[in-house]
């Protein structure tokens, strides 16, 4: 069984920033991917930022140079570094993983809320 559990969600001025860790447990023997998704209310569950195995990174065009994805494998954890945020990135923010436990499998975090006041 793989669990992710995220932290670091808050409130937050707009201009600020926020780093938010998921952290990858269980049998794991491979981590393809890790990567945020976020919702915001009334909106479609949106990509935000992904890295791949080999280190490759994408991002979506609303936080291109603004937010920065990271990973530490020696804990199967994966960072999102979001600077200059905007009442616009109010949502809550979902971990994803591609992971290889006794199989290959796409797992979710619970979700940690994000909220960036005006």
């Known amino acids: 069984q793989v669990q992710l559990v995220e932290s670091g969600g808050g409130l937050v001025q707009a201009g600020g920033s926020l780093t938010l860790s998921c952290a990858a447990s269980?049998?794991?023997?491979?981590?393809?991917?890790m990567g945020w998704y976020r919702q915001a209310p009334g909106k479609q569950r949106e990509l935000v930022a992904v890295?791949?195995?080999?280190?490759?990174?994408n991002y979506a065009d609303s936080v291109k140079g603004r937010f920065t994805i990271s990973r530490d494998n020696a804990k199967n954890t994966v960072y999102l570094q979001m600077n200059s945020l905007q009442p616009e990135d109010t949502a809550i923010y979902y971990c994803?993983?591609?992971?290889?436990?006794?199989?290959?499998?796409?797992?979710w975090g619970q979700g940690t809320q994000v909220t960036v006041s005006s």
């Open positions: 269980g049998v794991i023997y491979a981590i393809n991917a």
């Open positions: 890295i791949i195995s080999g280190g490759n990174t």
């Open positions: 994803n993983a591609d992971i290889t436990s006794w199989r290959r499998n796409d797992y």
